[in-house]
């Protein structure tokens, strides 16, 4: 069993910076992928950023590449999502996810475990 919590979101203007953190509970947490996704008001949910366990594979979706970074600390058992030239097209809950059992690394549903999410809000 995995849980998770998100933290860092908030309200930013655009063009601004924020840094999501989930904090992860569970013993085998550096064995799994971790993800980030969002859901806009009235949206489906969409793939943000995926790392692989060790850290050394990471994917973006197009829409975030470039400003979006991913990581993860083992150690610590969080991940981080660095968000920086923010769009208001961004505001969205963004959750992090966490995918014990394979999968696409893009698709929701092959993903576990979610936290509650986290609001962030961006200002034009």
């Known amino acids: 069993q995995v849980q998770l919590v998100e933290s860092g979101g908030g309200l930013v203007q655009a063009g601004g910076s924020l840094r999501l953190s989930c904090a992860a509970s569970?013993?085998?947490?550096?064995?799994?992928?971790m993800a980030w996704f969002r859901q806009a008001p009235g949206k489906e949910r969409e793939f943000v950023a995926a790392i692989s366990w060790g850290g050394a594979i990471t994917a973006y979706a197009d829409s975030v590449k470039g400003r979006f970074t991913i990581s993860r600390d083992n150690a610590k058992n969080t991940v981080n999502l660095q968000m920086n030239s923010l769009k208001p097209e961004e505001t969205a809950v963004y959750y992090c996810?966490?995918?014990?059992?394979?999968?696409?690394?893009?698709?929701?549903?092959?993903?576990?475990?979610w936290g509650q999410g986290t609001q962030v809000t961006v200002s034009s």
């Open positions: 996810a966490c995918q014990a059992r394979g999968g696409s690394s893009r698709v929701g549903e092959s993903y576990d475990y």
């Open positions: 569970g013993r085998t947490f550096n064995h799994y992928r």
